[in-house]
């Protein structure tokens, strides 16, 4: 057995649900008694589900630095993993928790994930020199939605240069709270302004690199259309077809070994 997974090798044709391809396709957003679509900017559930399966074991710990609408809360929660997420905007955290029952092995931390500070806040959550088994980072894809008005919001950095260094200090702040030889997975995608095509995806993936880990897979993910963007569908393919650059259809999960 895989020692960072609960995955039964004698029973390996079992586990047809972990995706092990490194393209996913996800038609449908799962569905559960927690997730509400209510976050503008949420990923899919099947995302920290495949992440937390493939890489914890029951009763290990996952910290989230972008917990948003707490998708990778409820997903711990449903795999009885613990898990601690960070946000600077607190708008959801109390329906995370109540969903959860309240439960005292979820902790949720209003802050700013750049700050040297929140780490303490974090270790302050954590039993004496525990270290966590699998960090996740889905951090605004620069400032393609606005999330607050706060200007260490990652989604009000007025540059893609401001806003790399800015997430290069949340890899490097929190490097110190993974076990070693466990699992970090960055969500993200590329953006284009200006008529230009900016690969944020891989610019963030080489500050992984660059700050200490080893690079394990790059997935790719089919991006879900929402309501909202099926009715713009047309508008967006006649724009297209009218200029010389190809639609977002993918975003990437990196995954990463300390
Ligand atoms: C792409 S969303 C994450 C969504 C989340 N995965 C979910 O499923 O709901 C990015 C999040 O980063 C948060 N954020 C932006 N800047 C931040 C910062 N400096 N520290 C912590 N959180 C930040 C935003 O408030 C937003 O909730």
Do not use: C
Request: aromatic residues 14%.
């Amino acid at each position: 057995m895989p020692k960072f997974n609960d995955i039964d090798l004698k029973k390996w044709k079992e586990y047809e649900d972990i995706e092990l391809s490194s393209l996913w396709i996800i038609e449908n957003r799962k569905k559960n008694t927690y997730h509400s679509n209510q976050y503008h900017g949420n990923f899919v559930p099947q995302i920290p589900e495949q992440l937390i399966k493939r890489f914890t074991k029951k009763g290990e710990l996952v910290i989230d630095f972008f917990v948003g609408g707490g998708t990778s809360i409820y997903e711990a929660y449903e795999l009885k993993r613990r898990a601690i997420g960070v946000d600077i905007n607190n708008d959801m955290f109390g329906d995370i928790l109540n969903k959860i029952n309240n439960d005292e092995k979820y902790k949720l931390i209003q802050a700013d994930s750049t700050e040297p500070s929140t780490i303490k806040k974090i270790k302050k959550e954590m039993d004496f020199n525990e270290k966590a088994q699998l960090l996740i980072f889905h951090p605004p894809y620069h400032n393609i939605i606005k999330f607050t008005d706060m200007n260490t919001d990652l989604s009000n950095l007025k540059s893609i240069e401001e806003f790399l260094v800015e997430f290069e200090k949340v890899i490097v702040n929190s490097f110190e709270l993974l076990e070693n030889k466990r699992y970090a997975a960055l969500i993200m995608g590329d953006i284009y302004q200006d008529s230009v095509w900016h690969p944020l995806g891989f610019q963030t993936m080489n500050l992984f690199i660059k700050n200490g880990y080893t690079l394990k897979s790059i997935i790719v993910k089919n991006i879900d259309e929402t309501k909202g963007k099926r009715g713009q569908r047309s508008i967006w393919r006649y724009r297209a077809l009218s200029s010389d650059y190809y639609l977002f259809g993918h975003e990437y999960i990196f995954i990463f070994k300390k």
